[in-house]
């Protein structure tokens, strides 16, 4: 069984900056891609980023490239999500997820490509 525990999130200042984390258990995880997606109050679960089993591709959605970056640690079993210049648009529930099919792009993007998600970590940013 996969648990994927998030933590990282907090209420912030525009412009602001925060990183996320999120910490897998009960898989190799090295083996697997893994996601972040965000959900606003009233609003569909929306793709943040991805990076694929070796960490070599990162997969961006455009209203935070440039300013996310996504990461992992395989030895910590931890996936990121470094966040600048944080924008009120930004606030969310944030949750991790991982994908064990070895699906690419743009399928990574897709919700229901992935198996495990965490609870999410909420993240709030006032204007």
């Known amino acids: 069984q996969v648990q994927l525990v998030e933590s990282g999130g907090g209420l912030v200042q525009a412009g602001a900056s925060l990183r996320l984390s999120c910490a897998a258990s009960g898989r190799t995880f090295s083996r697997y891609a893994m996601g972040w997606f965000r959900q606003a109050p009233g609003k569909e679960r929306e793709f943040v980023a991805a990076?694929?089993?070796?960490?070599?591709?990162?997969y961006y959605a455009d209203s935070v490239k440039g300013r996310f970056t996504i990461s992992r640690d395989d030895a910590k079993n931890t996936v990121y999500l470094q966040m600048n210049s944080l924008r009120p648009e930004d606030t969310a529930v944030y949750s991790c997820?991982?994908?064990?099919?070895?699906?690419?792009?743009?399928?990574?993007?897709?919700?229901?490509?992935?198996?495990?998600w965490g609870q999410g970590t909420q993240v709030t940013v006032s204007s």
């Open positions: 990076i694929v089993w070796n960490g070599g591709n990162t």
């Open positions: 997820a991982l994908e064990s099919t070895i699906s690419t792009w743009p399928r990574l993007s897709r919700p229901y490509v992935y198996d495990y």
